[in-house]
Antibody
Framework: EVQLVESGEGLVQPGGSLRLSCAAS????????MHWVRQAPGKGLEYVSA????????YYADSVKGRFTISRDNSKNTLYLQMGSLRAEDMAVYYC?????????????WGQGTLVTVSS | QSVLTQPPSVSGAPGQRVTISCTGS?????????VHWYQQLPGTAPKLLIY???NRPSGVPDRFSGSKSGTSASLAITGLQAEDEADYYC????????????FGGGTKLTVL
């Protein structure tokens, strides 16, 4: 059974940093691109970042480019999102999701999500 | 303002058929890019419901179906059940934007 479990939930002040993790199991992690999608409270889904299966290629939405870094450790079956210079608008539930690196871009398994709160 | 436009809400009685539209443009759905649909039950993570316009992942009931025509796509739910009450999101790819992966704004389905 495919499982994605996020961790790293927290409250951080504006301008602060936080690292999210996503532990994967039930599939060959190193064969899949992985993605982060976020959902602000009461809002819709927003695509954030992606990393190829070997970690050699990454993608960032304009809204987080230069502030967030996606990475993965295939030996630990874990995906990461290092978030810096956090802003109020980054407050959201962050989901990791399994998907493709090339089209069609869809996400067949999602984690339960982890909440990032940005507030002073 | 989402690139893909969905109605904010739809409703139907148990047993009825409802459809949720997802309207795009010539740079996304109209350009031939696939549309995918997700169901988000209250308080849970999204779940893939339809991929590649009309394909159901294993385990998704055949009451759910997807279609695409021109610059729009639709999700149809037949034999509506109380447990279908959820938010539904369409998603596609847009070649004109730097942020290529795009979601609709979501539709809240209420089962009356």
């Amino acid at each position: 059974e495919v499982q994605l479990v996020e961790s790293g939930e927290g409250l951080v002040q504006p301008g602060g940093s936080l690292r999210l993790s996503c532990a994967a199991s039930g599939f060959t992690f190193s064969s899949y691109a992985m993605h982060w999608v976020r959902q602000a409270p009461g809002k819709g889904l927003e695509y954030v970042s992606a990393i190829s299966s070997n970690g050699g290629s990454t993608y960032y939405a304009d809204s987080v480019k230069g502030r967030f870094t996606i990475s993965r450790d295939n030996s630990k079956n874990t995906l990461y999102l290092q978030m810096g210079s956090l802003r109020a608008e980054d407050m959201a539930v962050y989901y990791c999701a399994r998907g493709n690196w090339n089209r069609p871009y869809y996400f067949d398994y999602w984690g339960q999500g982890t909440l990032v709160t940005v507030s002073s | 303002q989402s690139v893909l436009t969905q109605p904010p809400s739809v409703s139907g009685a148990p047993g009825q058929r409802v459809t949720i539209s997802c309207t795009g443009s010539s740079s996304n759905i109209g350009a031939g890019y696939d549309v995918h649909w997700y169901q988000q039950l209250p308080g849970t993570a999204p779940k893939l419901l339809i991929y590649g316009n009309s394909n159901r992942p294993s385990g998704v009931p055949d009451r759910f179906s997807g279609s695409k025509s021109g610059t729009s796509a639709s999700l149809a739910i037949t034999g509506l059940q109380a447990e279908d009450e959820a938010d539904y999101y369409c998603q596609s790819y847009d070649s004109s934007l730097s942020d290529n992966v795009v979601f609709g704004g979501g539709t809240k389905l209420t089962v009356l």
